[in-house]
């Protein structure tokens, strides 16, 4: 076939149909795969990959905590390969350094360069650093909430229990970066000191807190050997009983022993001054903010949450009422493919009765109906290959350029059926395929250029 390259172009398709309707059956085929399987996002990643490092100094104010810690962090982050900028907040006592890398720097990577970095600063002494867990900017999937269901779960045992219950439950859950609770009352065991009896036994707090420092850490005490057998010798010395810690040795004065009770009250009770609280549904509780990873499957993994909550509920039956969807972003994800799914559905709908009533073409119909899902397929797979994600904005361009891509796929079969039907009516011998790129090469440049200004 003589012509442009278009021409021959859609020339060779139309020589082998069945070879390019098979292998459009199988890149179907492939597409729904993929549509169902790829990870669903709210919104993008907006932000590079980060590496985020927690840093405490207990003592520090702000400015000592910027000149001591963050600077020499930072000195060396700035340094490391594909960084692009490195940010840091600091506070009283702890700060927060942010090193961003390029778009293109894989996250793991990047982890393990800034904790090869971190060994090589000096920080002052009791100050520690730590690498954040791995998230993303809208990592946050979900909010759940956990209220006492009977007067017996006070708010220190309601956060307990989520804490080192529910928490550690969840965390087993591939794909859980982080999970953050607020609200409810911690318990600590308080040693309050009476400064009198303390000044009569001629110590003062800071050798106290000498005196006390690792008093409940279990130890080692060498070993025993025998002609045959060593044996392991340890001090047992961690323990939760009040009675015990209160009875532990703190001095020695004339050959009398000085024992903590004696100058102080051991207990056990809540934070006095807690920060931050949590109400659900008008009561007192404790939220719960998971986190995901970056890259995960939002849809499977917010059903991964449910079905263990629910597990966990019939468990704890009786005891607390665990709210699973305070917050979800699986609400907004499902409301966008619902909207996709509904322009098509609409789309197709339209475009069967118009075809019907103004061409009366089954084939037409077909045609056009097979067009709409196997684009929208096609269009998932090529954002997977160039590595962009399906969320809410995507979801929403792909509802639009359904319009468009209708509006395409009627007036090409429209001009073919119409061109047929003048072939037919000529009684013209030429081949079909001919007559058909004819129709095809009339309507190309108004079906682009509309398309181009759509876009």
Same mark, same amino acid.
């Not at 100094?57 to 963050?70: Q, R, S």
């Not at 002494?125 to 759940?144: F, N």
């Not at 100058?263 to 939220?287: C, E, H, L, Q, W």
């Given at each position: 076939m003589k012509g442009s390259i278009f021409e021959k172009f859609v020339g060779g398709i139309l020589k082998n149909r069945r070879t390019i309707l098979i292998a459009s059956l199988a890149m179907f ?16 990643? =907006? ?12 003592? *520090?104010? $702000? ?33 927060l350094i942010f090193v961003e890398f390029n778009w293109d720097a894989e996250i793991y990577r990047a982890r393990q360069i800034v904790a090869e970095k971190l060994n090589a600063v000096s920080l002052? @002494? ?30 220190? $045992? ?6 080192? %219950?529910? +928490? ?7 794909? !859980?970066?982080?999970? &953050? &609770? ?13 400064? /009198? ?21 279990? +130890?080692?005490? &060498? ?16 323990? %939760? ?56 499957? %939002?849809? @499977?993994?917010? +059903? /991964? ?20 969807? *305070? ?6 994800? /499902? ?18 009765? !118009?075809?019907? *009533? ?13 067009? =709409? ?16 994600? =399906?969320?809410?904005?995507? *979801? ?9 891509? %209708? ?49």
């Open positions: 085929g492939y597409g729904i795969w993929q549509t169902y399987t790829a990870p669903v996002d709210i919104l993008p990643d =907006l932000n590079r990959p980060t590496v985020t490092i927690f840093t405490e100094a207990e003592g *520090l104010v $702000a400015e000592e905590i910027e000149l001591l810690v963050v600077t020499p962090i930072e000195a060396v982050m700035n340094g490391a390969p594909k960084v692009e900028r490195v940010r840091s907040v600091s506070g009283n006592g702890l700060s002052p @002494e009791g100050a520690k650093a730590t690498l954040g867990p791995i998230s993303s900017l809208m990592g946050e999937i979900q909010l759940v909430g956990v209220t006492a269901d009977s007067d017996e779960m006070d708010m220190k $045992a309601l956060r307990n229990l989520a804490d080192f %219950t529910i +928490k550690q439950k969840l965390l087993t859950i591939s794909g !859980i970066a982080r999970i &953050n &609770n607020i609200g409810g009352n911690f318990t600590q065991y308080q040693i309050q000191v009476n400064p /009198q009896k303390l000044a009569s036994v001629g110590l003062n707090l800071n050798k106290l807190l000498e005196e006390l420092d690792g008093i409940v850490e279990n +130890k080692s005490g &060498n070993f025993v050997v025998t002609d045959e057998i060593e044996y392991p010798i340890r001090i047992t010395a961690r323990t %939760t009983d009040l009675e015990k810690i209160a009875n532990t040795k703190i001095a020695e004065r004339d050959g009398a022993l000085i024992l903590l009770r004696d100058i102080a009250t051991v207990t056990k009770s809540k934070v006095p001054a807690p920060r931050g609280d949590a109400t659900v549904n008008g009561f007192r509780g404790v939220i719960m903010s998971i986190t995901k990873q970056p890259g995960q499957n %939002t849809l @499977e993994l917010s +059903k /991964q949450i449910d079905a263990e909550l629910a597990t966990l509920q019939k468990s704890l039956e009786g005891k607390v009422k665990i709210h699973p969807h *305070l917050f979800t972003q699986t609400k907004f994800i /499902q409301n966008g493919i619902k909207n996709v799914v509904g322009v098509a559905r609409d789309a197709g709908i339209l475009v069967t009765l !118009i075809l019907l *009533l103004f061409l009366g073409n089954l084939r037409a119909v077909g045609i056009t109906l097979f067009v =709409l899902p196997f684009s929208f397929v096609m269009a998932i797979v090529i954002l997977q290959l160039m590595g962009i994600s =399906l969320n809410v904005m995507t *979801l929403g361009g792909l509802a639009v350029a359904i319009g468009s891509l %209708t509006d395409d796929a009627v007036v090409t079969v429209e001009n073919m059926i119409r061109w047929l039907k003048i072939r037919k009516e000529k009684g013209e011998k030429e081949p079909v395929s001919d007559t058909i790129v004819k129709a095809l090469n009339e309507v190309r440049g108004s079906i682009i250029f509309s398309t181009v200004l759509v876009v």
